[in-house]
């Protein structure tokens, strides 16, 4: 796998890749210019749209921020464009003030669901992780992300603010229904720490997630490979699977089917 042909160079977003090249457990590898995941697409540049847009043909965007996330950094270049369809799915998730696990409202919208959990549900997710408190809290905005992805009407883009810890989860879900290896899916976790200098970087150009860098050292935000292992882990061990929890929400057989025309050669 040559990590250096599924990056994807924009002016506006630094965590941008192709969900292509990577390997398959039957030998094969996933196929290039359908999926692709990114950071936030708010500083995109007409030069980036006319890439993705036009040469790209981006048709699809999965915005998993959470609603504060989204008015408070306004609309991003994409809603403006006819062609391309957004996707706001939330996950209420990532890593702080409003993003994550700290206990925020903003004009009376509370950020995350759990900001009044009971100790009990707490002490789960200490053992399970909050990437799984993301599929335990909106499985149906997990389904719709994964069945948004697979849409066959030109290509699909996820994101949410760094790229990381959201869309990581789901892009991990779809590259195990895709029958990629886990080598493989824990790979594509951990690239984005080669663009974390830049990613951290654009999300401090920004008031809404300032404040939460700041108050952490930058090696606290590099993914591990043992963050998604876990959650693959507890997956397996409390469902059987990925596809085993996606079949207990809803999950078809004909939905992996669409996703897997989407992403394998």
Not at 16 to 35: E, H, P
Not at 93 to 99: H, S, V
Not at 161 to 189: C, F, H, M, N, W
Request: charged share 30%; net charge negative; aromatic share 6%.
């Amino acid at each position: 796998m040559n990590d250096f042909t599924r990056w994807i160079d924009l002016e506006g977003a630094v965590n941008v890749r192709d969900l292509g090249g990577l390997a398959t457990v039957d030998g094969g590898t996933t196929r290039f210019g359908r999926v692709y995941r990114s950071d936030n697409l708010q500083g995109l540049t007409e030069r980036d749209v006319e890439l993705l847009v036009g040469e790209l043909k981006l048709r699809h965007v999965v915005d998993l921020r959470s609603g504060p996330e989204v008015r408070l950094e306004g609309p991003g270049p994409l809603t403006a464009v006819p062609e391309v369809n957004i996707h706001h799915l939330t996950l209420f998730a990532e890593g702080g003030r409003y993003t994550d696990v700290e206990a925020d409202t903003i004009d009376g919208d509370k950020v995350l669901p759990w900001t009044e959990r009971v100790e009990e549900d707490l002490e789960e997710l200490r053992v399970t992780g909050f990437y799984y408190g993301y599929l335990r809290d909106r499985p149906d905005s997990v389904l719709a992300a994964l069945r948004t992805l697979a849409r066959d009407d030109g290509a699909a883009i996820v994101h949410c603010a760094a790229g990381k810890d959201r869309t990581g989860v789901v892009s991990a879900l779809a590259l195990e229904i895709a029958g990629a290896t886990r080598e493989a899916i824990v790979a594509d976790y951990v690239a984005t720490g080669d663009r974390l200098e830049g990613i951290l970087a654009r999300l401090r150009a920004s008031d809404t997630y300032r404040d939460d860098l700041d108050s952490r050292p930058a090696d606290d935000h590099r993914p591990r490979p043992e963050y998604i292992r876990q959650f693959l882990h507890v997956l397996d061990d409390r469902f059987g699977g990925p596809l085993a929890w996606l079949a207990s929400h809803g999950w078809t057989e004909a939905d992996s089917r669409a996703l897997r025309s989407r992403l394998r050669d």
